[in-house]
């Protein structure tokens, strides 16, 4: 059975920590893996990887993929309050099929 | 920038009631998704859609069906609504022949079954 599993469910930490948020996986015909930001709303788009050790970055936000261990980790530096959020990880199949884990809470305090 | 459009954005009807949750996108894309939510839960793969005419059951059981006669347009229809149908439901949309296209999601429906 296709998984993803995140870790860890959720986590509090102070403005300025750095955080590192991991996504495993167990999949049959990997395609992509995603990261989302889920506030109120719907979940919002962060980073899609493909390839194995190369990092993307986004301003304090980055991610890298291991294809060969099957993680993915989202690194958040410098934070702020407005982070606090469930920071989804989503593996998409190459039949287009989406699984998502269920996300790490984060919430940073002021 | 994503066009998904979810009506209505809260719903709050008795038990037994015929509900459609309408999803559109702008994009032309040609891949759409409906996921349900609990609070504080992952999001479930209810139903899917590689395009017109095209229809797929998702991963989690589901009573509601969907139909997609227009590349923009995505209902979901629940004919008998329950409690136990309390939920989120977040509508997707995606393109495939583009390459490297991330999902985008609609702000979603809040549905309640009293």
């Known amino acids: 059975e296709d998984k993803v599993v995140q870790s860890p469910l959720s986590l509090v930490v102070h403005e300025g920590d750095t955080v590192t948020l991991n996504c495993s996986y167990e999949?049959?015909?990997?395609?992509?893996l995603l990261w989302y930001k889920q506030e109120k709303k719907a979940p919002t788009f962060l980073f899609m990887l493909?390839?194995?050790?190369i990092e993307k970055k986004s301003g304090r936000l980055s991610s890298i993929l291991d294809k060969k261990e099957l993680f993915s980790i989202l690194n958040i530096t410098a934070t702020q309050t407005g982070d606090s959020a469930v920071y989804l990880c989503?593996?998409?199949?190459?039949?287009?099929?989406?699984?998502f884990g269920t996300g790490t809470r984060l919430k940073v305090l002021a | 920038e994503a066009d998904i459009y979810q009506t209505p954005r809260y719903l709050v009807i008795g038990t037994g009631k015929k509900i459609t949750l309408e999803c559109s996108q702008t994009?032309?894309?040609?891949?759409m998704y409906w996921y349900q939510q609990d609070p504080g839960m992952e999001l479930h793969l209810i139903h899917y859609?590689?395009?017109?005419?095209?229809?797929e059951k998702g991963d989690l059981s589901s009573e509601s069906t969907v139909s997609r006669i227009r590349t923009e347009h995505f209902p979901l229809t629940l004919e008998s609504a329950r409690p136990s149908h309390t939920s989120q439901y977040l509508c997707?949309?995606?393109?495939?022949?583009?390459?490297?296209?991330?999902?985008?999601f609609g702000d979603g429906t809040r549905l309640s079954i009293l």
């Open positions: 997707a949309s995606s393109e495939s022949w583009k390459g490297d296209q991330p999902q985008h």
């Open positions: 999949v049959t015909n990997f395609r992509s």
């Open positions: 493909t390839s194995s050790g």
């Open positions: 989503a593996v998409e199949l190459r039949t287009y099929k989406y699984i």
């Open positions: 994009m032309g894309h040609d891949k």
């Open positions: 859609s590689y395009g017109v005419n095209s229809t």
